[in-house]
């Protein structure tokens, strides 16, 4: 079945890195868009940024010039860079295949403070 397991967050400072890292199985994953979301708490699930299967990417407004999706489909993982951290980052990102109905993974818990 349709799997994502998402790896990467923890604690950073405003302004620090982290790398997520979402691997996919039970699909061709070089076929699909792909997409990382992000909840934080007592909000709604946003979109955050997507890659194409030709690898075009578009990015929410508000992490456009700070993060960077990416892909690697021979490992069938997708990546988020981020860059310059902010505590409005605060939230748990899930990665699902784009306008999909996909279960969603476990996530894994971003925390930017100080």
């Known amino acids: 079945q349709v799997q994502f397991v998402e790896s990467g967050g923890g604690l950073v400072q405003p302004g620090g890195s982290l790398r997520l890292s979402c691997a996919a199985s039970?699909?061709?994953?070089?076929?699909?868009?792909m997409s990382w979301y992000r909840q934080a708490p007592g909000e709604e699930r946003e979109l955050v940024a997507t890659i194409s299967a030709p690898s075009n990417t578009n990015y929410a407004d508000s992490v456009k010039g700070r993060f960077t999706i990416s892909r690697d489909n021979a490992k069938n993982t997708v990546y988020l860079q981020m860059n310059s951290l902010k505590p409005d980052d605060t939230a748990v990102y899930y990665c699902?295949?784009?306008?999909?109905?996909?279960?969603w993974g476990q996530g894994t818990q971003v925390t930017v403070s100080s």
């Open positions: 039970g699909f061709t994953f070089s076929s699909y868009a």
């Open positions: 699902r295949r784009r306008n999909s109905v996909d279960n």
